[in-house]
Every structure is written in structure tokens, then in C-alpha cells.
């Protein structure tokens, strides 16, 4: 009798099962069904997706970024200025004659530009006459007046090795008795401010130098040797507390490429139109690919980068929501093709307004953004070559009409 009663609560509940599939769905689970959702996709090849760009210098100067740059080549000329710390009450009284020798200490790094091969290098050091700031400019910099008389210079050959040598260069005195005059102005708000160093005109290279910044450890120095009062020799030890590059690039043409370049920190903004997709869809990816201009794209001696990062750009705010950016990576061994694979969120936040919105190209990290003058190149929107522009495609649903 047991087995039958199992035997019939099985199949009422097998009924009811039944029953239950053949109901209608609720209003939830309505909206999830497929005939009821359109899948869209727009392409660059359907639309200008992209339909114009900006391209901003986010930096006058590279300031204290950890490295500082000499030289010219590939049509940039690169100076440089370095401030030294305060010389000490103690040696107020010291006079020219009183200072045996200053030296000059630098430490270059590993990369350059320009005739590695065959280089022409060399600059000269001279004194800084007036106040200078993080907003100065290599206009402003090399204005009559600005830079006086020259202390000493370099010229020669850096070997670019894996472990490189220091380089020591001798200073004219009277550059230190110059500052002890100042110091004991009252006056005197700076005591001094700096040296620069200015390529000789045959330079065909630019070199990279360790300069001040966070974390560094190899930086400018000056080592001054003297007579004290007793006549003893001493020495003081001066170490860069400011130093700063001031860079003068070629006059970019207007001609829609889209351009990522250190030193400054130039990027490109590209402007998005996404107006023609129903506010509120379901935006369900957005990727897109960018192709480079290897004729025009400039590098130094190290190896192409292969990440890129791209900054969602909120006009609201007037600058950069931090929370969103993204990366875009080599999708080729030539390194010509970088792609990528989600800009969902962006879209997403243009599609809840006018569906409009800027996304900004720039190098990934600080070594690609301050520590090199690469200039990476890519083909833009109005490029004869349509097979280069850049490709943007956007999947989104939308719910049909009931």
C-alpha cells in the first residue's frame, strides 16, 4: 500500500510540474525573452563613431620627473636646469680665492635620441640669473637676461652601457663666490637659482640624465673643496633639490593623426559621437583598435612600448575621472595594431546623457609619459587609408515594440 501511495504523489507532482511550464511568464521574466530584445552593432565603417580630436601639452616643463634631459635631435631641442641646496651659514666668509675646486657631478641614464651610432654631444653649463618656477616655459626660459655667463661645458662620447659611469665636470669658482655675495643679501629670496645646461649646436643626440624626483638616488651634485678659517681644506657636498627640462618640440601639422609624446605629456583627446544609439540601451561592449604611423612615430634607443592607456574625460569636472581608464595593448608581433577589448563603461555613461564624450590617449606609466621623448603617431579619422583609421565598434539592445 506504501509503494502505491509513493507511486501517486510522484505523479500529482509531475502534473504540477508540468502545468507550471506551460504558464505564461511573469512581467520579471517577460522582458527576458528574445523575441522581445533587438541586438544592434555600429561601426566606424557604418558611421563616424570618432568625429574629431584634441591634442593637449599637459606639461610646460618636465619638473623634478627623476630624469632631466640634454641635447638636440629629430628636430627637439632639449635644455635643462638644476637647483642646488643652500650653502651653509658656516661659509658665508669664504671668498674666490679661498675655493680650490667645484665639480660637477652627473649621472646619465640609459636612454637617448637620436645618433647613438655616431653622436656629437656636448653642452655648456652656465648660470641662471633669475626666479624660474614649474610654469616656466623654453620661451620663457631662454629670454635675454635669463642666463648669463657660462661656468663650464662637456663634450664627448657617453657610452650607453648597462651599468653607466658618472660624468665629472670642473666649474668655475666664481659661481660659488656668486651665491655667498647673494647669500648674505637679505634680500635675497633664493639664494641661488641654478645652473642650466645648453647643447652645443653640432649636437645630433639627446641623453637622459638622473635628476631629483621620488625614490631617487643617483642625482646631481656639487662638490666644493676649500680653505677653511684654519686653512685647512674642507669640503661641501651640494645636492639637486630642483631640476627641470624645458623642451622644444617641432610644430605639430593639424593633420588629424593622433599623437602620444613624453617630456610633456602630450595626448590627444579623441571626441566620440554616440547619439544615434536610443538613450538607455543595454550597451553590451565597445572596442576599438588604433593603428600606428611607424614613418612619422619617433623612438629613442629602447624598445617600443606595447600598452598604451586611454583616460575616460569628464567635461563635467573639467579634467579626468580618475575611476575610469583603460588599456590598449600590441595585437601584432610588429607592434602596428593595438587594441582594445572593453570600453563598455564609457559608452555606457555618454548613452545615460547626450551620447557624447571624449576619451584621451596617453602613455601608461611615467616612464613613457616624463622619462622619454618618444613620440608615438597613429593614424587618424580622415586618413586616405581607411583600412587605418582608427575602428570602433559598439554592440548595444534595445527592446522591441510591444
Not at 679661498?98 to 645618433?115: C, H, K, N, Q, W
Not at 540601451?281 to 634607443?301: A, P
Request: glycine share 6%; aromatic share 12%.
Amino acid at each position: 500500500m506504501k509503494l502505491r501511495l509513493d507511486y501517486f504523489f510522484g505523479f500529482l507532482l509531475s502534473i504540477v510540474l508540468l502545468y507550471s511550464c506551460n504558464e505564461k511568464p511573469t512581467d520579471i521574466a517577460y522582458e527576458l525573452i528574445s523575441d522581445t530584445v533587438s541586438i544592434n552593432i555600429i561601426s566606424h565603417s557604418d558611421t563616424n563613431l570618432i568625429y574629431g580630436i584634441e591634442r593637449k601639452v599637459n606639461s610646460p616643463c618636465a619638473f623634478n620627473t627623476g630624469n632631466f634631459f640634454v641635447g638636440k635631435a629629430k628636430g627637439i631641442d632639449a635644455i635643462s636646469v638644476i637647483r642646488f641646496g643652500y650653502l651653509p651659514d658656516s661659509v658665508s666668509y669664504l671668498k674666490e680665492s679661498d675655493i680650490e675646486s667645484v665639480t660637477l657631478y652627473l649621472f646619465p641614464s640609459r636612454y637617448a635620441m637620436g645618433d647613438t651610432i655616431n653622436p656629437s654631444f656636448g653642452f655648456q653649463i652656465k648660470k641662471v640669473e633669475n626666479y624660474w618656477s614649474a610654469s616656466a616655459t623654453f620661451d620663457s626660459l631662454t629670454i635675454p637676461g635669463m642666463i648669463s655667463y657660462q661656468v663650464g661645458s662637456f663634450e664627448g662620447k657617453i657610452d650607453l652601457l648597462d651599468t653607466m659611469k658618472s660624468i665629472e665636470i670642473n666649474l668655475d669658482k666664481k659661481i660659488i663666490a656668486d651665491w655667498l655675495v647673494r647669500r648674505t643679501d637679505t634680500n635675497a629670496y633664493v639664494v641661488n637659482w641654478g645652473i642650466a645646461l645648453i647643447p652645443t649646436n653640432n649636437t645630433n643626440v639627446i641623453h637622459s640624465f638622473n635628476g631629483q624626483g621620488i625614490g631617487s638616488v643617483l642625482m646631481p651634485g656639487l662638490k666644493i673643496i676649500f680653505n677653511n678659517k684654519e686653512n685647512n681644506k674642507d669640503t661641501i657636498n651640494l645636492d639637486a633639490a630642483i631640476n627641470s627640462s624645458f623642451i622644444k618640440y617641432p610644430d605639430y601639422k593639424d593633420d588629424g593623426k593622433i599623437v602620444f609624446q613624453g617630456g610633456l605629456d602630450v595626448r590627444t583627446n579623441l571626441l566620440f559621437d554616440l547619439s544615434m544609439i536610443p538613450p538607455f540601451s543595454g550597451i553590451s561592449k565597445m572596442d576599438m583598435q588604433l593603428t600606428i604611423d611607424k614613418e612619422n612615430t619617433v623612438l629613442g634607443n629602447l624598445k617600443q612600448v606595447e600598452v598604451f592607456r586611454i583616460d575616460f574625460v569628464n567635461d563635467t569636472a573639467k579634467g579626468l575621472l580618475g575611476n575610469y581608464f583603460y588599456y590598449m595593448e600590441a595585437s601584432d608581433t610588429n607592434l602596428t595594431k593595438f587594441y582594445c577589448p572593453s570600453l563598455t563603461s564609457a559608452a555606457e555613461m555618454w548613452n545615460r546623457r547626450d551620447g557624447k564624450g571624449k576619451l584621451q590617449v596617453r602613455g601608461s606609466d611615467v616612464e613613457s609619459l616624463y622619462r622619454r621623448l618618444d613620440r608615438y603617431v597613429f593614424y587618424g579619422i580622415n586618413d586616405p587609408d581607411t583600412n587605418k583609421r582608427p575602428k570602433v565598434r559598439v554592440i548595444y539592445t534595445t527592446r522591441k515594440k510591444r
